[in-house]
């Protein structure tokens, strides 16, 4: 299983971003997808979970900012960013588990101005 990640970039206090998770294999509709991040010299940590369903949670620190979704047709999950903040910057990573975690090549996102 292949997880590709892309959408990342440099964007202004306030600016918005969409990331993409391409899932290599049809499995992507029985499995949730998690994106995490990693921040410099920080652990990752976890961001956001979205059901085969659609239900999505969130972390605190993302709540109302970030929002989920999904086209199970298309193997791909998206993971819309508004309203970004100096502290959102990290490079953004995507997981499915199926038995094992597979993980995305992470996406760089940088908040600044």
């Known amino acids: 299983v292949q997880l590709q990640a892309s959408g990342g970039g440099l964007v202004q206090p306030g600016g918005s971003l969409r990331l993409s998770c391409v899932v290599s294999?049809?499995?992507?509709?029985?499995?949730?997808l998690a994106w995490y991040r990693q921040a410099p010299g920080k652990q990752r940590e976890w961001v956001a979970t979205?059901?085969?369903?659609?239900?999505?949670l969130y972390a605190d620190s993302v709540k109302g900012r970030f929002t989920l979704s999904r086209d199970n047709g298309g193997n791909t999950g998206f993971l819309q960013m508004d309203n970004l903040r100096p502290e959102d910057t990290a490079v953004y990573y995507c997981?499915?588990?199926?038995?094992?975690?597979?993980w995305g090549q992470g996406t760089q996102v940088t908040v600044s101005s």
């Open positions: 979205i059901s085969p369903g659609g239900y999505a």
């Open positions: 294999e049809s499995i992507f509709s029985f499995r949730s």
């Open positions: 997981k499915i588990t199926d038995r094992i975690d597979y």
